[in-house]
């Protein structure tokens, strides 16, 4: 059984930061990627960034490059988002992920077989 559980999230306004957490437990996620998404109301879920759990290799969505970085600890399986310069439209509910492979990684959603429930963040303007 695997299990993600993000937390984190809150209320800031906008240019203020945030540090999402996702707690991973159960089968070893050493091989995998792990990967951010967030969906905003009314829209798709869409990548924001993938980090390698053994590599440590990272990607970003262009819309947050510059503005988030990745990272993960691997004592604690816990991989984090830290969001500064947070904008508006970063306005989303945010899910952790762990994609289903270890070589490539993939922005599309469908690649991704274990997901959290979510957390929401909100950016005031």
């Known amino acids: 059984q695997v299990q993600l559980v993000e937390s984190g999230g809150g209320l800031v306004q906008a240019g203020g930061s945030l540090r999402l957490s996702c707690a991973a437990s159960g089968r070893t996620f050493s091989s995998y990627y792990m990967g951010w998404f967030r969906q905003a109301p009314g829209k798709e879920r869409e990548f924001v960034s993938a980090?390698?759990?053994?590599?440590?290799?990272?990607y970003y969505a262009d819309s947050v490059k510059g503005r988030f970085t990745i990272s993960r600890d691997n004592a604690k399986n816990t991989v984090y988002l830290q969001m500064n310069s947070l904008k508006p439209e970063d306005t989303a509910v945010y899910y952790c992920?762990?994609?289903?492979?270890?070589?490539?990684?993939?922005?599309?959603?469908?690649?991704?077989?274990?997901w959290g429930q979510g957390t929401q963040v909100t950016v005031s303007s």
């Open positions: 980090i390698g759990w053994r590599t440590g290799n990272t």
């Open positions: 992920a762990r994609s289903n492979s270890g070589t490539y990684v993939y922005t599309d959603r469908r690649r991704y077989d274990y």
